[in-house]
């Protein structure tokens, strides 16, 4: 499949046939975030600033990921102080990787950051834990050249987006008809060293002010060619809602065969118990699901077609939680 390119704005209806119905990988112009207030107040013409960035955000703690030779691993995950993380990477000398930095609880106003661009606004998941005060899956990332996500899925299936504020990102994408099943549950780490993946995997170059859609189920790898800073949203709504639901019934599959040895003796409780394990193995559950679909029925501002595939999907959830 091709990466769809859009160098000018088009009709959201169009963007919802062509991209998030058919789910199809696509590319931004800077057309789409230029009048962010991030470009004019983090940066010098787009240049790489640490003061402005330390003035903006503080002397606040944020978490790093530390890349080496074999690539960023979770256990390698720390906090460090903004300004010296940003310090060492101005100097050349760091390794470390912000990245999934929550950063919108850390401004006034994300209007004084970005823009949500329109395309992406029909966000169930974000809007709903808004508006219940939870941590949302709002995210910056930030780090210098050769700093690197390893390759991976989204979380739960989901949409992202990632626009770069300053700085080139390079981009392998896979379908998940290119991977076999054992690969799909246990990604290699690096799809570089890995040829008979990289022959049908998709390269994208992403400059600075330019979006990246990746859809529901592709795997990706992203390396940074220099300094980059990026804004990043994972989310859901009506078109891709089977995807995150078939992954997590099939994950709670997976876990209630494992425990059924346990079923007799844990009682009431193994029901809530298995939605701990999911969450767990899988960043969300049914219950925070049924909260999300509950949400976005009710929400007249998604429209008649968004409210119905909610509502919809309210009931498969409910069934499942009714066991």
């Known amino acids: 499949m091709a990466l769809c390119y859009f160098d000018a704005n088009i009709p959201r209806q169009d963007f919802e046939e062509m991209v998030l119905k058919q789910n199809t990988l696509c590319k931004f112009g800077r057309w789409i975030s230029e009048n962010w207030a991030c470009f004019r107040d983090w940066f010098d013409d787009g240049e790489f600033e640490t003061s402005r960035m330390l003035a903006y955000f503080g ?17 390698t995950k720390i906090t460090t102080k903004m300004s010296q993380f940003l310090n060492e990477l101005k100097a050349g000398v760091s390794t470390k990787y912000l990245k999934d930095w929550h950063f919108c609880e850390a401004v006034k106003s ?22 219940q005060g939870k ?16 390759f991976h899925v989204d979380v739960f299936c989901s949409y992202s987006w990632s626009v770069n504020i300053t ?18 549950m246990n990604p290699p780490n690096d799809i570089r060293k890995h040829s008979h993946l990289m022959k049908n995997a998709i390269q994208v170059e992403q400059g600075p002010g330019e979006a990246i859609f990746v859809p529901s189920t592709w795997f990706h790898q992203v390396c940074n ?33 494992e425990i059924s040895f ?3 003796a ?8 298995c939605q701990v394990l999911l969450r767990a193995n ?6 925070e699901l049924k909260q999300v679909l509950e949400f976005a029925a009710e929400n007249e501002k998604y429209g008649e077609f968004q409210q119905s595939k909610a509502s919809r999907y309210l009931d498969k959830v409910k069934d499942v939680l009714s066991g």
């Open 282 to 287: 899988s960043g969300f559950n049914f219950d």
């Open 167 to 184: 700085g080139h990102k390079t981009w392998l994408f896979l379908s998940s008809e290119h991977l076999s099943e054992a690969e799909k």
């Open 266 to 273: 844990m009682g009431d409780g193994y029901d809530d118990h």
């Open 262 to 264: 346990l079923k007799d």
């Open 225 to 257: 060619r220099g300094i980059t800073v990026s804004i990043n949203h994972n989310w859901f709504n009506a078109y891709n809602i089977h995807h995150v639901f078939t992954l997590l019934k099939s994950d709670l599959d997976l876990i209630t065969h």
């Open 110 to 131: 994300t209007a004084d950051v970005f823009d949500l661009p329109e395309f992406f606004s029909c966000d169930w998941l974000n809007d709903c834990l808004i508006d």
């Open 135 to 150: 941590q949302d899956y709002r995210f910056l990332y930030c780090g210098g050249a050769d700093t690197w996500t390893p």
């Open 59 to 75: 002397d606040i703690e944020v978490p790093v990921t530390i890349c080496d030779d074999h690539g960023p691993y979770d256990s």
